[in-house]
């Protein structure tokens, strides 16, 4: 008997724990099938205007300015890819393999999970708390009121901006990796390595590296994006709960980025693509 009402609270909270999370997939696939409605009606729907200079401003604002950050960490991945790699390579003598390494790596998995990570913090949190500030400050109401509704006009624009320059960010980010590995080749690895770098890549490379990177990187802009909105709209309790809001929203996305990368490892592995 004792040991039995030990285990109860244990069993408790882990049913609440799991009860909680699948209320949050639940209210994340409601607000992505609202999204997918409103952009379907949108597009094919002469009635309901599509709100393309919004979804051009978040692009600016997501994409464009979140370039920068993008290219610096990028870039010395390529850098840290290359050093930490020449070591081993070199007690075989496979020093030159290096840029296959680099570019199979980058391509497929570090440039769209670490792109990812970045536009969480930067782009993710500061969805939240726009979206968090304007529940506090009853604009959501305020729409409502006026028959706006707040996710064809404030969330739609964000999760199209954020999946499309996902993907965008995704190419630059493996041209960056690609091209820190190319500098070290050429200013500290010699010419066996420097020699036949972009070649070797190009060889090693297939469509299919390329593309995988780009469907994770368009999964993950989406995860970030109905996280961030989900977030901010789920605001209750002022100031605080806007923190709070940013905060969960960085975490999960970055969760979120590294389960939906497991699995589409595991896909990718079982269908050889």
Not at 24 to 31: E, K, R
Not at 66 to 84: H, M, N, R, T
Not at 143 to 155: I, T
């Amino acid at each position: 008997m004792p040991d039995a009402v030990a285990k109860r609270p244990m069993i408790q909270t882990l049913g609440a724990m799991l009860l909680k999370a699948l209320m949050y997939i639940g209210g994340m696939t409601l607000l992505l099938a609202s999204v997918l409605r409103w952009t379907l009606r949108g597009v094919f729907s002469p009635k309901v205007k599509f709100g393309r200079g919004a979804v051009a401003t978040q692009m600016v604002r997501v994409g464009v300015r979140s370039c920068g950050i993008v290219i610096l960490v990028q870039l010395f991945i390529g850098v840290i890819l290359a050093l930490q790699m020449t070591p081993p390579l070199e007690e075989y003598g496979q020093q030159s393999t290096i840029s296959t390494i680099i570019g199979i790596a980058g391509f497929r998995m570090l440039g769209p999970i670490l792109t990812a990570v970045v536009l969480s913090g930067f782009a993710g949190a500061s969805i939240a708390a726009e979206l968090g500030t304007m529940v506090v400050a009853e604009e959501i109401e305020a729409m409502e009121a006026m028959a706006l509704n707040p996710v064809r006009f404030l969330v739609v624009p964000r999760v199209i901006a954020t999946f499309v320059m996902m993907i965008l960010l995704a190419v630059l980010a493996d041209l960056m990796i690609a091209l820190g590995g190319w500098i070290i080749a050429k200013f500290l690895l010699g010419p066996e390595v420097y020699n036949g770098y972009w070649q070797s890549m190009r060889d090693s490379l297939e469509y299919k590296d390329f593309f995988s990177g780009l469907i994770m990187a368009g999964v993950f802009g989406i995860l970030i994006s109905l996280i961030a909105c989900y977030e901010g709209l789920k605001v209750r309790g002022g100031a605080e709960g806007v923190g709070k809001a940013t905060t969960m929203t960085v975490v999960y996305s970055i969760v979120a980025i590294i389960l939906s990368a497991a699995v589409f490892t595991m896909i990718f592995y079982v269908f050889k693509f």
